[in-house]
């Protein structure tokens, strides 16, 4: 079945830099995928939408220049937490529906560890 | 927000069926009721959706009301590795936003020996 990749799987990263996550569609096109942050023993919380060819949306409260995203194309999105915190250590994990119609399975990521020391 | 509520945890005993309810109450026509689970550490897995008609998969089954305002997860033969949390999700329908799956709490299963 259709599968979606994210790597790295785990990072760790000294705070002051910036850290690139990617989301691969594999064996499907995705006009769009999703990005969720994740704190521990709590739920996805939504932070942007992607979009191939066009700036993405983010949810309330997410920076966009803290949190920079970039669809290059329609198998690949990538994730840069630019000058990256402490606070910032998070589970985060993409999502990609495959492109038409809205009854489509949407399959997730495994995930990308970020730690920020 | 999330369009479902689940209850917070439920406990299963294994080999008996787990049912795990939602509600939805807010539910657009158009919009798809979708489950997934969580293991710890791990990407949310797929596990089945459905609008309107009753869906079943070598995974579980998807029990939906008439008034599509609630509906049921049922996995029919519990194992200790179906401890997870359970998420139902309404899909928000149409565009470029429709994929965006808004998470509530979800349901903690604990299948137990």
């Known amino acids: 079945g259709a599968v979606v990749s994210q790597h790295p799987s785990w990072v760790i990263c000294k705070s002051g830099t910036s850290v690139k996550i990617e989301c691969r569609s594999l064996?499907?096109?995705?006009?769009?995928m999703f990005w969720y942050r994740q704190f521990p023993k709590q739920s996805l919380m939504l932070m942007a939408t992607?979009?191939?060819?066009?700036?993405?949306?983010?949810e309330q409260g997410v920076e966009k220049d803290k949190f920079l995203i970039n669809h290059a194309s329609l198998t690949l999105s990538t994730l840069t937490v630019t000058s990256a915190h402490p606070e910032d250590s998070s589970f985060y994990i993409c999502?990609?529906?495959?492109?038409?119609?809205?009854?489509?399975?949407?399959?997730f990521g495994e995930g990308s560890w970020l730690t920020v020391v | 927000d999330a369009k479902t509520t689940q209850p917070p945890s439920m406990d299963c005993a294994e080999g008996r069926a787990a049912n795990l309810p939602c509600n939805h109450s807010?539910?657009?026509?158009?919009?798809?009721v979708y489950w997934y689970r969580q293991i710890h550490s791990q990407g949310p897995q797929y596990i089945i959706h459905?609008?309107?008609n009753n869906e079943t998969n070598e995974m579980a089954s998807l029990i939906i009301t008439e008034d599509r305002k609630s509906s049921t997860l049922i996995l029919p033969h519990a194992t200790l590795r179906d401890t997870a949390v359970y998420y139902c999700i309404v899909r928000v329908a149409g565009g470029n936003q429709g994929g965006k799956l808004i998470f509530g709490q979800g349901t903690e299963l604990s299948v137990k020996p």
């Open positions: 459905g609008l309107k």
């Open positions: 064996d499907f096109q995705a006009t769009t």
């Open positions: 807010t539910i657009s026509g158009n919009e798809y």
């Open positions: 992607s979009n191939e060819g066009s700036k993405a949306t983010y």
């Open positions: 999502s990609a529906p495959p492109s038409g119609g809205s009854g489509n399975t949407i399959y």
